[in-house]
């Protein structure tokens, strides 16, 4: 298995409240991305990296913000949670844009 | 923006069965990728086929691709129980260095007893 970890696993917040997730990884990827998971909606990417402190918007990215200090170190930021954030989020890497990721166990985040 | 949509959403075959599954597209791609995600976890690659390539094969498991119809297949033969999972198919549309892959909303299998 790829090495990469997220934390934390399981967070119950409140509204109005920021959360940070943190994505590590050991592969030395260059990409790494964020994605929620939804019933009826699969996987939406939320932000993206190409590198350190190169980052860009993906598909569902208002509320959203991510930093990449470090290759090995991707953090998502919702600046003020709402429940319309409860959701199941994934980080992933990959070596080549576009090619084979390679997907963290998930956080699942309950915003009440 | 959904650019694979997998079909059916859901099938549920015997064990030993084979399953397939199609993943129908919108746009030209450069490649298209097959994963599995087991309940409550990661979703792990499968197989990668290039727009240029019309089959592959991985252990059991079979991948077409129709470009002419936009339209890929995963066939799992001789199933068993592991192979319980939902499996999804992912599209990469261009060739640049930022390209994103787009998933589509998954097929659940379940394999019966």
């Known amino acids: 298995d790829a090495g990469i970890t997220q934390s934390p696993r399981h967070k119950v917040t409140e509204t109005g409240t920021p959360v940070t997730l943190r994505c590590h990884q050991t592969e030395n990827h260059r990409y790494m991305y964020w994605y929620r998971q939804d019933p009826g909606h699969g996987l939406r990417l939320i932000h993206y990296?190409?590198?350190?402190?190169?980052?860009d918007k993906g598909e569902v990215s208002d509320g959203y913000s991510v930093s990449r200090s470090k290759t090995e170190d991707f953090l998502l930021t919702l600046e003020s949670a709402t429940s319309s954030q409860t959701s199941v989020y994934f980080c992933?890497?990959?070596?080549?844009?576009?090619?084979?990721?390679?997907f963290g166990p998930g956080t699942r985040l309950l915003v009440l | 923006s959904q650019q694979g949509e997998e079909d059916p959403q859901a099938l549920s075959i015997q064990e030993g069965e084979n399953a397939t599954m199609n993943c129908s597209y919108k746009t030209s791609i450069n490649n298209l990728q097959w994963y599995r995600q087991n309940s409550g976890r990661g979703l792990v690659h499968l197989i990668l086929?290039?727009?240029?390539?019309r089959e592959k094969h991985s252990g059991r498991l079979r991948v077409t691709l129709d470009t002419s119809k936009k339209s890929s297949s995963l066939l799992i033969t001789a199933s068993r129980a592991a192979d319980t999972a939902s499996y999804f198919c992912a599209t990469r549309m261009g060739k640049n260095r930022d390209d994103k892959i787009i998933f589509g909303k998954g097929t659940r299998l379940h394999i019966l007893p």
């Open positions: 086929i290039r727009s240029n390539e």
């Open positions: 990296s190409y590198g350190v402190k190169d980052t």
């Open positions: 992933a890497i990959s070596a080549i844009a576009g090619e084979t990721q390679y």
